[in-house]
């Protein structure tokens, strides 16, 4: 029987305010600084990945929570006005949506967070109608959201049990702590880690401390013994993943334990990066349910994050399916998706 939905994802939802170009330190002491723009946009790297996944045709479903305010309402409103499933964003009845405010320079970002609701999201907000009705599971945002955290590997394990594939975006740790005993279990049930080059080196250190500097790939061109992605990579795949790193300019590459795979960036003037490798996940994803290999799918992903940045905000620029797979050959002939 088919299933209602390609995809269902977990995490996080909220507002963006991005603001910049500002100075590389914002001034205090009350002064008042003017910078180019302003803006109120949809966020969160697990609603980007599901407004991603959309746009590339993909039936998604979202499960996570808001607040009963005003920025709840955004949230609710502009997922699915893109076109994803809302039926499971729960309200939480007393605290406040989460809310993201991004500072942007050139290339660079950063990023401030108030959680809102973000540890109250739990395991009573993934139902199991949605786990046995999606062909693959993701999460994104692990370390925001420590009560879903410890309960995702089961909650993978029972995506699983349903036939489902199961991917994960950890994002950044802001404790940079990158917790072994809380993440491990859950790598035992994910198919696919999607993290950046940074997070990659940091989960490897901790998940795998030493084992990155035995890794040959790592001597890669680009890559020296034991320091960059396809190190981290080749460690961390040893855990049971396939691990997929998104490596900016350096373009992207796959580690399944015994191979690495690259694929080249697909040229892009940037606008704004915000979301990018949120774009990214919901490439490789679409690319993996459409059956592509890996070389293909990391093409096509290369290409959704790329295009991704041709305008402000994690969402506004998201290509179609037609648009990544045209720029995708643009790197990788006969790449289709």
Do not use: Y
């Given at each position: 029987?088919?299933?209602?939905?390609?995809?269902l994802?977990i995490?996080?939802?909220?507002?963006?305010?991005?603001?910049?170009?500002?100075?590389?330190?914002?001034?205090?002491?009350?002064?008042?600084?003017?910078?180019?723009?302003?803006?109120?946009?949809?966020?969160?790297?697990?609603?980007?990945?599901?407004?991603?996944?959309?746009?590339?045709?993909?039936?998604?479903?979202?499960?996570?929570?808001?607040?009963?305010?005003?920025?709840?309402?955004?949230?609710r409103?502009?997922?699915?006005?893109?076109?994803v499933?809302?039926?499971?964003?729960?309200?939480d009845?007393?605290?406040?949506?989460?809310?993201?405010?991004?500072?942007?320079?050139?290339?660079?970002?950063?990023?401030?967070?108030?959680?809102g609701?973000?540890?109250?999201?739990?395991?009573?907000?993934?139902?199991?109608?949605?786990?046995?009705?999606?062909?693959?599971?993701?999460?994104?945002?692990?370390?925001?959201?420590?009560?879903?955290?410890?309960?995702?590997?089961?909650i993978?394990?029972?995506?699983?049990?349903?036939?489902?594939?199961?991917?994960?975006?950890?994002?950044?740790?802001?404790?940079?702590?990158?917790?072994?005993?809380?993440?491990?279990?859950?790598?035992?049930s994910?198919?696919?880690?999607?993290?950046?080059?940074?997070?990659?080196?940091?989960?490897?250190?901790?998940?795998?401390?030493?084992?990155?500097?035995?890794?040959?790939?790592?001597?890669?061109?680009?890559?020296?013994?034991?320091?960059?992605?396809?190190?981290?990579?080749?460690?961390?795949?040893?855990?049971?993943?396939?691990?997929?790193?998104?490596?900016?300019?350096?373009?992207?590459?796959?580690?399944?334990?015994?191979?690495?795979?690259?694929?080249?960036?697909?040229?892009?003037?940037?606008?704004?990066?915000?979301?990018?490798?949120?774009?990214?996940?919901?490439?490789?994803?679409?690319?993996?349910?459409?059956?592509?290999?890996?070389?293909?799918?990391?093409?096509?992903?290369?290409?959704?994050?790329?295009?991704?940045?041709?305008?402000?905000?994690?969402?506004?620029?998201?290509?179609?399916?037609?648009?990544?797979?045209?720029?995708?050959?643009?790197?990788?002939?006969?790449?289709?998706?």
């Amino acid at each position: 029987m088919p299933r209602p939905f390609d995809l269902l994802v977990i995490g996080d939802a909220n507002p963006d305010v991005v603001v910049g170009p500002v100075p590389r330190t914002p001034e205090f002491g009350q002064r008042e600084q003017l910078v180019d723009s302003g803006r109120l946009l949809m966020g969160g790297s697990a609603a980007i990945t599901a407004c991603g996944a959309a746009r590339l045709g993909l039936r998604v479903a979202f499960a996570g929570r808001v607040g009963d305010d005003a920025a709840g309402a955004f949230v609710r409103t502009a997922l699915a006005g893109r076109g994803v499933d809302v039926s499971a964003l729960a309200t939480d009845p007393e605290l406040p949506t989460p809310l993201t405010t991004v500072l942007t320079h050139g290339a660079d970002r950063a990023i401030l967070t108030a959680p809102g609701c973000l540890a109250a999201t739990g395991p009573q907000d993934v139902p199991d109608r949605l786990l046995a009705g999606a062909r693959h599971v993701h999460a994104g945002s692990f370390f925001l959201m420590p009560r879903l955290a410890r309960s995702l590997g089961e909650i993978f394990a029972r995506a699983r049990g349903h036939g489902a594939a199961t991917s994960l975006d950890t994002n950044d740790d802001p404790a940079q702590r990158w917790d072994a005993e809380l993440l491990g279990p859950v790598l035992k049930s994910t198919d696919f880690l999607l993290p950046n080059a940074a997070e990659a080196r940091a989960l490897a250190a901790t998940l795998a401390p030493g084992s990155a500097e035995e890794a040959p790939e790592g001597t890669a061109e680009g890559d020296g013994p034991g320091t960059g992605p396809a190190s981290a990579a080749a460690a961390l795949a040893r855990l049971g993943p396939l691990v997929v790193v998104k490596d900016g300019a350096a373009g992207a590459l796959a580690h399944d334990g015994a191979v690495l795979t690259r694929t080249p960036a697909v040229p892009a003037d940037p606008v704004d990066t915000v979301g990018a490798g949120d774009s990214f996940d919901a490439g490789f994803i679409a690319a993996v349910l459409h059956g592509l290999d890996l070389p293909a799918a990391l093409s096509f992903a290369a290409a959704c994050g790329a295009l991704s940045t041709r305008a402000h905000g994690g969402t506004a620029a998201q290509p179609t399916r037609d648009e990544a797979r045209a720029a995708a050959l643009t790197t990788r002939p006969g790449s289709h998706a």
